[in-house]
């Protein structure tokens, strides 16, 4: 080869090495500010479980509590209230909550350890909107045959009393029911069910 | 030495003459003048609807400014900013005119934004060759809406609060990656501290810069193609001795006068609005707004900033009884292809029975089996497709096409297709270009179809706009979910009605 020709041949070569080093280093510069957004260890450390003490609940009344962050509520059911469930199974989506979040002690007909008590995530499982109290059976402009339950104020959807949700609702699932344990006969600890000790 | 190569001297500026040529020499401050203004030769015939452009560039300013100010002030934390914010409002001299500036600001930008889009829409500002100019605007106006969702939450209030939670589980709804990328975008498993303190740094920072960066892409792009007009008709095909379009003016002095008297109308209506009504009923500043974010509380009623109503109606009125719509749509459309070359009445039978079929069988039929039958549908004509050629080969793309959506519409929650719809009714925007074929640009030489389409396109973008900011009822989820069809019916039947449309003969020259 002469020495002032072109090997065309090593320059493409040449500039494909180039390239792809450059892009792999431009790629591995990024991780670190894509991964800096990730939660940082302080907020994968907080979390831990909370006690709740539920002696002052009156039947038929809510009690909200904060675990990670978010509203875990805790309604003492009465015993029309824990009729009104059994009735609501034709119209929620997923009666035997097959589909939902929620511990295997907690997948039964009330959705709980104790059915006077309903422990669940107060979080709509269609865009995260907390929904509000319509714990009282009467005609609602959302739906005039109302048994009691949540609205979601949000997009609409409707939850029963078990925090079942809707059929033709936009939340697709139940309210996700959080591990807990009761600790005593008033007084459970939400983000923690290990038994013993 | 490249600052003696333009040796001609800069004239008419009189005593600046000598500085400006020194210039000059070394920046090209006098061509970049000439070229983008004083030499920038734009249709004559600009009406009313061409104030917006330059009104959204004086809002941008104003944001900018204001938005410096306010960074002054504000606290990015969770257990302050709040606080801050009332701290500029009450303590702060003159603080809550700039406040109002900035909240009243951010509506106007919007409003100046969707008349400049709109005015685009009238006279097909959008057609080649100006695909990009639309494009960078479309870019633009999805930054903007970024802009204004991360600015939302600074103010730590209740819908502030609300907003972003619901706006960021959007993303967890996306299968497979949905709940990673949320907790990525949140920087923690609720909105918290972290995502105000990143909402921060993208709205005074990331996207401010991008967005600058795209109005210089937007106005280079047009001054490369040369300015629509209400006639749509191009005026550099008719250029006089001097190689001007003989119906263009230079911008500067005549625009440039015409766009300053439009901000002084315009700002007359703005002081009206941030001195008198700066909440503007609950629209602009929304009352909830004023009650500090509380994680554990969702406010009765919560909707978004009337500038994003039309797009959250949407995917509101997304619901699983709207699945079974568009599932029956989806077939009917893709029987209608695929028997094209039937006899008429056969073929409306086959497509009511395709479609009745397929309803009943994704109201009746188990999720898998459904999605099962489903996707092997779509295999059979993928393969069927690979093997045949020209007309057959369409139509089992369209059965392919057909099948792979209605697998997705079963085995996919509705949520998740609201947010689909929801995204895409913002995205298909960037399609009109070559979504429209009709012959001629402007509405004043479409025919009867398009100006209907049009109108009841706005029509539909104000009812969606207006059922957003309501709370959920069932005629409003109806009229959503019908409202939803016809805005998606007037980009996707576009190619259809603009082709068969009458139109009138576009005249040669530009008229008024």
Known sequence: ???????????????????????????????PFVASMLPSERA??????????????MPGQKKIVEWRGKPVWVVRRTPEMLKAIETDDPRVADPDSSRSQQPPYAKNKYRAVKPEYLVTVGICTHLGCSPVDRLQAQPEPFEPDWHGGFYCPCHGSLFDLAG???????????????PYKFVGDTKLVIGDDTQGA | MAATEKKLPVTGAGPFN??????????????????HAAEYYAPKNFNFWYYFGSLAMFVLVIQIVTGIFLVMHYKPDASQA?????????????????????????SAFFVVVYLHMFRGLLY???????????????????????????????????MSYWGAQVIVNLFDALPIIGPDLALWIRGDYVVSDATLNRFFSFHVIAIPLVLVALVAAHIMALHEVGSNNPDGVEIKKNLGPDGHPVDGIPFHPYYSVKDTFGVMVFLAVFAVIMFFMPEFGGYFLEYNNFIPADPLKTPSHIAPVWYFTPYYSILRATTDNFMVVLA??????????????AHRPIRILAMIVGALLVVLGFV????????????????ASAAAMLVSRGATARAYRTLFIAAVLLAGFKLLDAKVWGVVLMGLATLIFFLLPWLDRSPVKSIRYKGPLFKTAVALFVIVFLVLGYYGTQPVTAAGTFISQLCTLLYFAFFLLMPWYSTIDKTKPEPARVTW
């Open chain 2, 364 to 379: 009746y039929v188990e999720r898998l089996i459904f999605v099962g039958v489903f996707v092997a549908a779509a295999l």
């Open chain 2, 328 to 341: 029956a749509i989806v077939t009917l459309w893709s029987v209608g292809v695929v028997t094209a070359r």
């Open chain 2, 18 to 35: 000598g500085i400006l040529t020194w210039v000059e020499q070394r920046f090209p401050l006098i061509t970049l003048w000439k070229e």
């Open chain 2, 124 to 158: 097909g500002s959008y057609r080649s060759p100006r695909e990009l100019v639309w494009i960078f605007g479309m870019v633009i106006y999805l930054s903007l809406m970024a802009e204004a969702f991360f600015g939302y939450l600074l103010p730590w209030g209740q």
């Open chain 1, 164 to 178: 079942r949700v809707y059929k033709n609702k936009p939340a697709p699932e139940n309210l996700p029911v959080p």
């Open chain 2, 82 to 106: 709040f606080a801050s914010v009332e701290y500029i409002m009450r303590d702060v001299p003159w603080g809550w005119l700039v406040r109002y500036m900035h909240s009243t600001g951010a």
């Open chain 1, 44 to 57: 994968k450390a907080a979390g831990a479980p909370v006690e709740v003490d539920v002696s002052d609940l």
């Open chain 1, 1 to 31: 080869m002469a020495e002032n020709e072109l090997d065309e041949g090593k320059r493409r070569f040449l500039l494909t090495a180039t390239t792809v080093a450059t892009g792999v280093a431009a790629g591995a510069a990024a991780v």
